[in-house]
């Protein structure tokens, strides 16, 4: 049993996915060299002709995607920072997620948009951005952000079997400082299914990505007060589990949620909704929020980039505020 690193998993998988399936190839700029963050480093070797560079272009690193799935291809896409991805908007959510649909089940397409996404390592402006609620607002879009490095072997295996598109997020600052114990191949994992990582009977918390990290750390925190926290990762943002978010919001009565992406249009106002229309009598307190602030941009200063983030003091004084209501 070797611990892995977020990064290592995905390049495990990506190797693994390569050798079983001749129609898997990847995709994107500079995944030749392994790519920004070095996800793809050595497959070129092993697999040439099926790690291929792309132009500076995301629109035609999804359009290429499209058609090769149209093909019987199994195309495994790199956007090198989500903050790009914006450039294949219209290719991702007007042709890709539509096609099922428009073909009324006849055709499928089988496609993986992988990029990296948020915050916390000084990225600034053009490299800091959570994207997740633009796309999970796509039916047709699968999106999926794991946060321990067994979850991304097993989603992105998931994944490249997926005869949806799937778009994966990989928490940048994740990559190299979340590491697990592995053994053997990857679990089987099904995308739409969310965990409770933690068990607690005070309050619930719900997050993804950095934030479910954070959130764990927050709720080891305030036990030393005598709380305790009940900590879901939601894994899958698009289909969301609604039976396991309704179950773990019960099951405590008071509910908090937490996601970088700033407050208003985030993710966690579609899971208080969700919350309130099916769960609404078992609530002892008003649902609470921690989220990123509304401002356009993340900063690059430190002490900035800190203001926006929320973190596990942040948290924690959330959660303290909710048990004592």
């Known amino acids: ?35 920004v963050f070095r996800a ?18 995301e629109s035609s690193i999804i359009g290429l995607s499209i058609g090769a799935a149209h093909y019987g291809m199994r195309p495994v896409a790199e956007i090198q920072f989500a903050d790009f991805i914006h450039a294949g908007f219209d290719q991702l959510c007007s042709e890709a997620s539509r096609w099922s649909y428009r073909t009324r089940g006849d055709s499928w397409l089988p496609m993986v948009v992988r ?45 490249i079997a997926d005869p949806n598109p799937v778009l994966f997020l990989e928490h940048k600052r994740t990559y190299r400082l979340v590491k697990q114990e592995m053994e053997g191949a990857p679990a089987e994992e099904v995308i739409g299914r969310a965990r409770i990582t933690r068990r607690g009977e005070d309050l619930t918390i719900f997050a993804y990505g ?9 709720a080891e925190q305030i036990a030393a007060d005598g709380i305790d926290a ?8 698009n289909p969301l589990d609604r039976e396991t978010i309704l179950e773990a919001a019960k099951a405590t009565g008071k509910v908090l949620i937490v996601h970088e992406d700033t407050l208003t249009g985030g993710l966690g106002g579609e899971i208080a909704a969700i919350i309130a ?12 929020r921690v989220a990123g602030p509304d401002i356009p941009p993340m900063p690059f ?25």
Request: aromatic fraction near 8%; hydrophobic fraction near 45%; charge should be negative.
């Open 1 to 35: 049993m070797a611990a892995m690193t977020v990064i290592e998993a995905v390049r495990a998988t990506l190797d693994e996915a390569l050798g079983g399936d001749e129609r898997v190839f990847l995709l994107g700029e500079d995944v030749e060299a392994g790519g």
């Open 40 to 57: 793809t480093e050595g497959l070129v070797a092993k697999y040439p002709g099926r790690v291929l560079d792309s132009p500076l272009a």
């Open 115 to 159: 990029t990296p996404w948020g915050g916390g390592v000084h990225g600034g402006q053009h490299h800091s951005q959570s994207i997740e609620a633009y796309y999970a607002h796509m039916p047709g879009i699968k999106v999926v952000a794991p946060s321990f490095p067994a979850d991304y072997r097993s989603l992105l295996k998931a994944a």
């Open 210 to 218: 950095l934030m479910l990290h954070e959130s764990l750390a927050a």
């Open 230 to 237: 009940m900590v879901v990762d939601l894994l899958t943002l």
């Open 277 to 288: 229309e099916h769960a609404f009598e078992h609530l002892d307190a008003p649902i609470r």
């Open 301 to 325: 200063h430190h002490t900035m980039e800190s203001f926006f983030m929320p973190d596990r003091a942040k948290i924690a004084a959330a959660a303290r505020d909710l048990a004592a209501y």
